[in-house]
């Protein structure tokens, strides 16, 4: 389900704006929840595909992103040049590829509702 075809249609749908949950709710939501990010160094988002807080974020702030579709990387990569960013494959079943309290704001909008073991993910999430 997550492969190629699937990134390529979430990409359209976003870019042509008839993403409305996103656009009028969560981007406003996260917008004003980031501004309060200024001095925090590192940022996780969880599985979040072609979206990205980046836009959001201050140009200091050291981005991290996981997913299981690596065909969203190029998207992000290519809309956002100048920004800091680490960009890794994983699944939420796996332990966090990081140190434990590696990172100051986490971010894991509209995924675990997916996750067929939502205890598992939860605890590497949290872990």
């Not at 976003?14 to 160094?41: A, M, V």
């Not at 579709?69 to 290519?78: A, K, L, S, V, Y």
């Not at 956002?80 to 332990?95: A, I, Q």
């Amino acid at each position: 389900m997550y492969d190629k075809g699937y990134a390529d249609i979430r990409i359209q749908n976003h870019l042509s704006g008839k993403d409305i949950y996103r656009k009028k709710y969560l981007e406003p939501f996260l917008q004003k929840s980031l501004k309060s990010l200024i001095n925090w160094e590192t940022f996780l988002d969880i599985w979040c595909g072609w979206w990205t807080c980046l836009e959001f974020l201050d140009k200091n702030v050291n981005y991290y992103w996981i997913d299981i579709n690596e065909n969203f990387f190029d998207f992000i990569r290519n809309s956002f040049p100048n920004k800091k960013t680490d960009l890794r494959y994983w699944f939420l079943s796996d332990k966090i590829p990081f140190e434990d309290a590696f990172f100051d704001f986490t971010v894991c909008s509209q995924v675990l509702h997916t996750v067929k073991n939502l205890d598992d993910s939860l605890k590497n999430i949290f872990d």
